[in-house]
């Protein structure tokens, strides 16, 4: 099983920043792509930001110029820096991974952070 621990959201006025962490621990064989989600009330759960090992990253349309993803392989960690938030940015913030376990390595398993609260108002 992996287990993803995450730190950081909290409330900002528009147009500021904050930086969310995520760690990654437990029986992992192996990390393919690490990612953030997001779900604001009323609203379908959201791909924000992914980055894969090999340091490709993908981002949604809306966070574009905005929100930078990053990683670091040999911690199994990844952080998102975002940046000029908007109030539509408002919503859980939920870690993802894309695993593999030692206690089964041919199954590539998506494992979630408990989610992490960001609130953008004035």
């Known amino acids: 099983q992996v287990q993803l621990v995450q730190s950081g959201g909290g409330l900002v006025q528009p147009g500021g920043s904050l930086r969310l962490s995520c760690a990654a621990s437990?029986?992992?064989?192996?990390?393919?792509?690490m990612g953030w989600y997001r779900q604001a009330p009323g609203k379908q759960r959201e791909l924000v930001a992914r980055?894969?090992?090999?340091?490709?990253?993908n981002y949604a349309e809306s966070v574009k110029g905005r929100f930078t993803i990053s990683g670091d392989n040999a911690k199994n960690t990844v952080s998102l820096q975002m940046n000029s938030l908007k109030p539509e940015d408002t919503a859980v913030y939920y870690c993802?991974?894309?695993?593999?376990?030692?206690?089964?390595?041919?199954?590539?398993?998506?494992?979630w952070g408990q989610g992490t609260q960001v609130t953008v108002s004035s």
């Open positions: 993802w991974v894309a695993a593999r376990t030692t206690s089964a390595p041919s199954a590539e398993i998506a494992y």
């Open positions: 980055i894969a090992t090999d340091g490709s990253t």
């Open positions: 437990g029986n992992i064989f192996s990390i393919r792509v």
